[in-house]
Every structure is written in structure tokens, then in C-alpha cells.
């Protein structure tokens, strides 16, 4: 069962990871694509706030508008050009501010909330694309939809749980200090062979096992819900499975026995 699990998310990923490679151009992300649902939630927030500000805007200037027309006894043609320059300053205003706001390396591990860095970091992250070979760019979109993953887990863990900590570790030192020292590279070294490999050849490297410890953190998280699913479906084929005796004392999964 936990192997017919674990095949159907490699699946999914798999599924996910061409469908993010699909929307590429050029076998990059466009501009401004989101590599996670975290850092896309993050996004989404600031265009609701620059849509409330947009429409707070509007309500003012229709109710400036209104008073103005009773008070004079109408606005004229004057006003009524007034008012459209002032509805197209505010929708110019507010189509980029507030603006996304991209927090700083340093800024990554200041919450002790696991999930909330895995949000950050994806946002953090795809700020930091332009500088990365596109090798490591493919495996940055891999380590988007792993912490997305990574992230459903992290729902049910508690902030002291012994992988909260180690969530916090990797992804908000081990991840952004590989990506920063490839960047603190002067651009025309990038490509210079030492100790038998080039910068963008480490840092693909460096991330690709990022991008397997990740795995492997969220499939530590998950080995309680696929015993759980396991338990629940091996019960459902002792109760209702071919050859199963009904009976009105069958046990539930509530009271089955504890796992050893």
C-alpha cells in the first residue's frame, strides 16, 4: 500500500513538473510565474490589497464628485475631466503598489512558523532565478512544488516537532546561503572549471541534493498519514471486503488495535 502511495505522488510530481515545463519559454519560467502555490498565495494577497486601495480610491473620488455636483449645482465638462484623470492616476497608482514584497535572506528564518517560511522561501527563491544557470533553474521549480508539498504537511506538525526544526534548517539556511554564494560569483567565473567543475555545475549539484533531502523530510512527515490510510483501508476489507462475515460487534478503526 505505502509503495502504491509512494509511486502515485512520484506520479504527481512527475505530472507537475512537466506541466510547470510546459508554460516555460524559452526552458525558462516567464517573468513573474510563480514556482509554488506559497509564494503564489503571497502574491495574491498584495493584488487584493492593491484592488481594495483601487476601489477605496473610486468610492472617494465618486463621493468628491457627488458633493462637488450638489454643492455647485453640477460639475461641468471641467469636472467630469477631472474626474477621469484622477480614476486613471489611481488605477496607474495602485497597478503597482503595494508591491510584492520580497523578503531579504536574512528575514527567512526571523518566524518560527515552518509553514510560513516555506511560503517566504518560494518567494525568495524565484527573485533569485535571473542569476541561475538553467540547469539549477529546472531544479528550482522541482523545489517549488516539493515545498508545496512539503508546506500540506507541515499543516500537522507542531513548531517544536524535531522536523519542524530541521524543515527550518534546510530551507531557510541550507537552500538561500547555496543560492547566495553562487551569486556572490562574478558573472565571468561562472563558467571557469576549478577543482574539476564549474560554478553552475556546483550549484546544480548543491541543489539537486537540496531538492532530495526535501523529498525526504516530507515523506518522514507523511509515513504517519499512509500508516494511518493504510490501517483504515485494511479494515474497510475486513468489515465490507469479499468473504466478510457481517456482524454487529465488527470492531471500528477508532478502537483497532495501536500500531507496533
Wanted: glycine share 8%; net charge positive.
Amino acid at each position: 500500500m505505502t509503495q502504491d502511495l509512494t509511486r502515485q505522488s512520484e506520479r504527481l510530481l512527475s505530472e507537475g513538473r512537466a506541466l510547470v515545463r510546459d508554460n516555460q519559454a524559452g526552458g525558462r519560467h516567464r517573468a513573474g510565474a510563480s514556482i509554488g502555490r506559497g509564494s503564489a498565495s503571497l502574491k495574491t494577497r498584495t493584488l487584493l490589497r492593491r484592488a481594495g486601495f483601487f476601489g477605496a480610491a473610486l468610492l472617494a473620488i465618486l463621493v468628491a464628485v457627488t458633493t462637488a455636483g450638489l454643492v455647485l449645482g453640477g460639475i461641468g465638462f471641467a469636472g467630469v475631466v477631472i474626474a477621469f484623470f484622477a480614476v486613471i492616476a489611481a488605477a496607474l497608482i495602485f497597478a503597482n503598489f503595494p508591491k510584492v514584497k520580497v523578503p531579504k535572506r536574512a528575514e527567512l528564518t526571523k518566524t518560527q512558523d515552518a509553514k510560513k517560511l516555506v511560503a517566504r522561501t518560494e518567494l525568495w527563491l524565484e527573485a533569485q532565478r535571473p542569476a541561475l544557470p538553467p540547469p539549477a533553474i529546472r531544479i528550482v521549480e522541482d523545489i517549488g512544488l516539493q515545498l508545496d508539498a512539503l508546506g500540506k504537511q507541515l499543516d500537522h506538525v507542531e513548531a517544536s516537532h524535531p522536523a519542524a526544526a530541521e524543515t527550518r534548517k534546510l530551507v531557510g539556511e541550507l537552500l538561500p546561503e547555496t543560492v547566495d554564494s553562487y551569486a556572490r560569483i562574478p558573472a565571468h567565473l561562472r563558467r571557469e572549471a576549478r577543482a574539476g567543475s564549474t560554478p553552475d555545475e556546483q550549484v546544480t549539484e548543491s541543489l539537486t541534493k537540496i531538492s532530495r533531502e526535501i523529498d525526504h523530510v516530507t515523506r518522514q512527515l507523511a509515513e504517519g498519514s499512509l500508516d494511518d490510510l493504510a490501517i483504515r483501508t485494511r479494515y474497510l476489507d475486513y468489515r465490507y471486503g469479499e468473504g466478510a462475515v457481517p456482524s454487529l460487534a465488527a470492531p471500528s478503526p477508532d478502537n483497532m488495535p495501536e500500531k507496533t
